[in-house]
Each structure stands twice: as C-alpha cells, then as structure tokens.
C-alpha cells in the first residue's frame, strides 16, 4: 500500500506562484512514475502533469505548459508541482497519483493511477 499526502495548497492572487508537495509513505515510488491531476468544481478531474521515475521524461497539459513544472526527489519520495502565473481559472483540487505500471514513461490517462493522495485546493482570485 502507498499513502499519499499533498500540501502546499492555498489562496493566492492571479499572477502568483504556489509549490505543491505530495510524499509517499508505505513504500517507496522511487521506481514508478507519478502524476498531479485536479478537479474544478463542477468538472471532471483532469490530467496536469506526470514525471517518470528518473524525472527524464515529463508530460503537462495544454492549458499548463510553460507554467507549471513537476519534480521528484527520490530520496524523499516526494513529487513536487511548482506552479507559476496563477490564473483564476487553476481553481482546483489538486491530486498526486502514483502509476505502479510505469516507470520511465507516465502515462496520462487517470485510470491509469493506482494511488491517490486526498487532494489539496488551490484558489485563484483575481
């Protein structure tokens, strides 16, 4: 079993910047690939970024791209989601999942996750 704890969520003003943490625990995920998902309210949840296990191959939606950047530090079984120039409509609850059937390459489809963290908000105001 792999437990998942995001943080790092929050309140902040269009334009700024919020780094989101997820870290494992039960196991180590240092050999899987991971991904942050989010879920708008009203909407379905979303694929957003995905990191292989050695961090070389790194995956981001459209609507993200150039702004928001995945991590990992393996040492610490933690993925990080550093996200910049906020926009309002970023509002979401954001997930970390991890993918035990891919290690190099992440997938993007959510069915493809196998472990889900219990998700942190971040709120964007403009």
């Known amino acids: 079993q792999v437990q998942l704890v995001e943080s790092g969520g929050g309140s902040v003003q269009a334009g700024g910047s919020l780094r989101l943490s997820c870290a494992a625990s039960g196991r180590t995920v240092s050999t899987y690939a991971m991904g942050w998902f989010r879920q708008a309210p009203g909407k379905e949840r979303e694929f957003v970024a995905a990191?292989?296990?050695?961090?070389?191959?790194?995956y981001y939606a459209d609507s993200v791209k150039g702004r928001f950047t995945i991590s990992r530090d393996n040492a610490k079984n933690t993925v990080y989601l550093q996200i910049n120039s906020l926009k309002p409509e970023d509002t979401a609850v954001y997930y970390c999942?991890?993918?035990?059937?891919?290690?190099?390459?992440?997938?993007?489809?959510?069915?493809?996750?196998?472990?889900w963290g219990q998700g942190t908000q971040v709120t964007v105001s403009s």
């Open positions: 990191i292989g296990w050695r961090g070389g191959v790194k």
């Open positions: 999942a991890v993918d035990t059937a891919s290690t190099v390459v992440p997938a993007k489809r959510e069915s493809q996750y196998d472990y």
